[in-house]
């Protein structure tokens, strides 16, 4: 049964670390995507790559994150410094990229808390 | 932006039919509509996806009408097990808008 992974869980910092979290997509999917989920405002889309290349990150405050992909297996987003108001769950997706539409498969996230 | 309205919440008993309604006015010609669930502490998942008229899978129906700008999404006879926050997206890979996932509707089935 194919699963996006995440790593790690759960993070607990203190503000003004760096903080980099981790995601492999299913094997063979050319689409990843990352999300932030906070009570407030619910899921948002922070990043989206597609064949490892970026076409979306408007979604993400450009001067303390940034989101890679080193390789097909791999997908990071990085926070530094990090702020408390970073405090969510970060989710990764994956895709198979069709034309019309891409369904898009879930990590299980991680729970990042910056004291 | 093809945005979506749906419920903030409904209630339900088991073993009831439960029928979420989305409303999307904007939708483009290219946009399909998909549902995704989503547990606590967990990712959201996809349920189902259509363009027109209904579509069904094991899990649910999905029902839209000929003017596209609104679409129901069916759950026969609910248990426990469904409570859960329901999303519904509308976008493709040409309007990008396939990313919003608005409020969700919370769902939350009584014994």
């Known amino acids: 049964d194919a699963r996006v992974t995440q790593t790690p869980r759960d993070k607990v910092t203190e503000m003004g670390q760096e903080v980099t979290m981790r995601c492999q997509p299913i094997?063979?999917?050319?689409?990843v995507f990352w999300y932030r989920q906070t009570m407030m405002q619910g899921l948002e889309l922070l990043a989206y790559?597609?064949?490892?290349?970026?076409?979306?990150d408007s979604g993400m405050p450009k001067d303390r994150f940034s989101a890679e992909m080193p390789d097909a297996t791999l997908a990071t987003l990085k926070i530094q410094p990090s702020e408390p108001r970073d405090s969510a769950v970060y989710f990764c997706?994956?895709?198979?990229?069709?034309?019309?539409?891409?369904?898009?498969?879930f990590g299980p996230g991680t729970r990042l808390t910056v004291l | 932006l093809a945005k979506t309205t749906q419920p903030i919440s409904m209630d339900s008993y088991e073993g009831q039919e439960v029928n979420i309604t989305c409303s999307h006015n904007?939708?483009?010609?290219?946009?399909?509509i998909t549902w995704y669930q989503q547990f606590p502490s967990q990712g959201p998942r996809f349920i189902i996806q259509?363009?027109?008229t209904k579509v069904t899978n094991e899990v649910a129906s999905l029902f839209i009408p000929a003017d596209r700008k609104s679409s129901t999404l069916s759950l026969p006879r609910v248990s426990l097990s469904d409570t859960a926050v329901y999303y519904c997206?509308?976008?493709?890979?040409?309007?990008?808008?396939?990313?919003?996932f608005g409020t969700g509707t919370s769902l939350t089935v009584i014994p």
């Open positions: 904007n939708i483009a010609t290219n946009d399909y």
């Open positions: 997206l509308v976008g493709s890979q040409n309007t990008g808008n396939q990313f919003y």
């Open positions: 997706a994956s895709g198979l990229g069709l034309a019309e539409t891409d369904t898009q498969y």
């Open positions: 094997l063979g999917h050319n689409t």
């Open positions: 790559f597609r064949n490892r290349a970026p076409l979306d």
């Open positions: 259509g363009y027109k």
